[in-house]
């Protein structure tokens, strides 16, 4: 099983660039999240959804956009990057809200 | 008060020790506890997940979970230089909100 997947990597954006950061996940699980972690910090909440044509914001939304058309997947798009939006990015699911999540491994967003 | 917290550390034990990491939440209602290990560069993968008060043991590891104090421990046993990572508590405080610490530094000498 492939887990959750996300693409790319590493990015580098210049300030008011767009990008769209993929997430796909193969193990039919209704929930799935947007974290980002900074330098040093816990993971802060983007989006969220639980399940197909459903989402929501977290605690850290401003600047973001989600969507979810599939039980699969669920693509962040960023718009007008911006040097606050350097961080680490994590796509997750999850069975349920209160279970275990599963992680993807992640991709370093970098703006300049 | 941050919601969940937990000392960043580093915490630095000798090879074979106990490393024993703490972690506090706000949220008297919560139900679901995580320990989440973070090696650098990489994604967090589920250590231990806990419900019920009390100990829950798995290997070399044990959950203990205190709802009275809202106090959540991991204890590592016989640690090992491998076991050097940030360590991540979370919380689940209904539905699909899952609150993270910051995270805990744990450095093992070899």
């Known amino acids: 099983n492939a887990g959750v997947t996300q693409t790319p990597k590493f990015r580098i954006l210049k300030i008011g660039q767009s990008m769209t950061l993929q997430c796909a996940q193969d193990?039919?699980?209704?929930?799935m999240y947007w974290y980002r972690q900074d330098p040093g910090m816990g993971l802060k909440l983007i989006y969220y959804?639980?399940?197909?044509?459903?989402?929501d914001k977290g605690e850290v939304p401003n600047g973001y956009n989600v969507s979810r058309s599939t039980t699969e997947d669920f693509p962040l798009r960023l718009e007008l990057a911006a040097p606050s939006q350097t961080s680490v990015y994590f796509c997750?699911?999850?069975?349920?809200?209160?279970?275990?999540?599963?992680f993807g491994q992640g991709t370093r967003l970098t703006v300049v | 008060q941050k919601e969940v917290e937990q000392n960043s550390g580093p915490l630095s034990v000798p090879e074979g020790a106990i490393a024993s990491l703490n972690c506090t939440y706000s949220?008297?209602?919560?139900?679901?506890f995580f320990w989440y290990r973070q090696y650098s560069g990489k994604s967090p993968e589920l250590i231990m997940f806990?419900?019920?008060?009390g100990d829950k043991e798995d290997g070399r590891f044990t959950a203990q979970l205190n709802k009275a104090s809202q106090y959540v421990s991991l204890l590592i046993r016989d640690s090992q230089p491998s076991d050097s990572a940030t360590y991540l508590c979370?919380?689940?405080?209904?539905?699909?909100?899952?609150?993270f610490g910051a995270g805990t530094r744990l450095f093992v000498k070899a």
């Open positions: 997750a699911s999850s069975y349920e809200g209160s279970t275990e999540a599963f």
């Open positions: 193990m039919n699980h209704n929930y």
């Open positions: 959804s639980v399940g197909a044509g459903i989402t």
């Open positions: 949220d008297r209602g919560s139900q679901s």
């Open positions: 806990i419900y019920s008060n």
């Open positions: 979370a919380v689940n405080t209904g539905g699909f909100k899952t609150i």
